[in-house]
Structure formats: C-alpha cells, structure tokens
C-alpha cells in the first residue's frame, strides 16, 4: 500500500503514480494526521510511505503520526521522499523510526520535484518550464523504482555524511521556531470564505472567523494553504504578493492548455 502526505500536490503526484505501477492502493494521510487517527492500516504487499521534505528532514508532524500509526501485514517498508533538490537527513530518520517498529526497511528514493516554498524569498522561484522538467524527469524515474519494489530490492539514495547529520539534526527545531511564524498568513478581499485552507491544515493551524481563515501559533510553512486556495487569496506579509502560488495541478493544466494551443 502507498501512504502519502503532500501539501501542494507534489507528494501525490509520485505516490499516485508509484501506486499505479504497482497495483496497489494509495491512501491519502492528511484527514488521519488531522484526527490523530493511529488505527491499523493492513496491507498484503510492503508499505511505500512517500514523504515531502522539509528543512532537510520528515515533516514533524508527520513523523509523529508515523511513529504511533499501526501497521499490519506486510512488514517491509520503503520510503519516497520529495524535494526541491535536498533530501537531507530524512532516509536515516524514516531509518531509526521503522528499526524501532521492528519492520524490514528497504531503503529510500529521493524525487527532485518543483519547489512550493514561496514565503521567503531566500529560494528563487523556479519558472514553469523548470518546473515541468522535474516532474518529467520524475516520470522516467518511476517505473524504475516501482520496479525495484516489486522485486523486493533494496532503494539506495546519496549517501548522507556525517556533517549534515550534525548541522541538520540542531538545525531544524530552530527553523521551525524562529523562521516559521504563521503571523503573517492573511486572506485578501479576495477570499470567498470557502474554508478549504482550514481543511487543507494537518495540523489545524486554521480556522474560519467569520468566514475569514485566522492563522494560530502552530504552523509548518508546508503552503498547503497558500497553494490549495481556489482564488489565491492567501498572502504571506509582501513576500508572496507577486509570486505564482505553487500547486502542481496548476503547472500541469497550464502545460496541458499551452500544448493544445499548438495543435
């Protein structure tokens, strides 16, 4: 069975894919990870969890779900990780977390896919054309890797050296703390009030006052709600004002309408 979290689409993008190679379900984590549901998820076949990357590692949010989520079954576990170039720490860490479960980690893959981070401006913007090459690339990789999986081979990514681990393990609680306030989230007038940016949360950061989305204290800058709103209403202080907001569903529409244009 594929599980997947994804914010803006990229995640499931490579999760649905790898499903469809495989022949197996994809069961989409987010209303879990919402409820705190840990029950029993059971599957004939090995776990293909596929994971976005931030600040170098698994979301912490969603390790946390992982950690106390069941698992029946099958006991082999592969993991897919997506980034905008930068996998960092995440395989040894889905490594520990699954040794600890006493399940079969098979190693992880590593998908360089479009970057959806816009509310800082430390990461230039990728133009639409980059943007369909990565996911392109990541096409031609997928049979590949599904392939491995039905074989029951081991996945093998870059190797990680230890000076990462040590900046990465100290750095990313500090990011987190200090580089990610949600303060600065606001809906324009825009807004149609439709609260898909309160559903779209894991972590339920949102909610709609008065048919407005109000931000809290806990957020994780995954630009769920920023990339999912229907009207791109969402903004982040002045950083976000004129950039695209990421969602792949849009670059493949847009990529899709441009070709039917020159037919």
Not at 204 to 218: C, T
Request: charged fraction near 30%; glycine fraction near 6%.
């Amino acid at each position: 069975m594929v599980l997947y979290f994804s914010a803006t689409g990229n995640t499931e993008y490579i999760a649905k894919k790898l499903a469809k190679e495989l022949n197996d379900e994809s069961l989409d984590l987010l209303e879990r990870i919402r409820q705190k549901d840990h029950s029993t998820i059971t599957s004939k076949k090995p776990f293909v969890i596929c994971s976005p990357v931030y600040v170098c590692e698994m979301p912490d949010f969603l390790k946390d779900f992982l950690t106390r989520l069941k698992f029946s079954g099958n006991r082999a576990v592969y993991f897919v990780f997506t980034s905008g170039g930068y996998a960092g720490i995440s395989g040894m860490l889905a490594k520990i977390l699954f040794t600890k479960k006493k399940m079969d980690y098979r190693g992880h893959a590593e998908f360089k896919m479009p970057r959806n981070y816009i509310a800082s401006d430390m990461y230039p913007e990728l133009s639409d054309e980059e943007n369909l090459r990565r996911i392109r690339e990541s096409d031609r990789r997928i049979p590949g890797i599904a392939e491995a999986i039905r074989k029951g081979q081991k996945l093998r990514a870059r190797h990680v050296f230890l000076f990462e681990k040590i900046i990465t393990i100290p750095f990313q609680p500090l990011w987190i703390r200090y580089k990610q306030p949600a303060k600065d989230f606001y809906a324009t007038d825009a807004c149609i009030g439709c609260g898909k940016c309160e559903r779209m949360c894991p972590v339920k950061n949102i909610s709609m006052k008065g048919k407005r989305p109000k931000w809290h204290d806990k957020c994780y800058h995954c630009m769920a709600c920023i990339g999912n709103c229907p009207v791109e209403a969402i903004e982040y202080g002045d950083i976000t004002l004129h950039k695209k907001k990421y969602n792949i569903a849009r670059v493949l529409r847009e990529a899709a309408a441009a070709k039917a244009g020159k037919e």
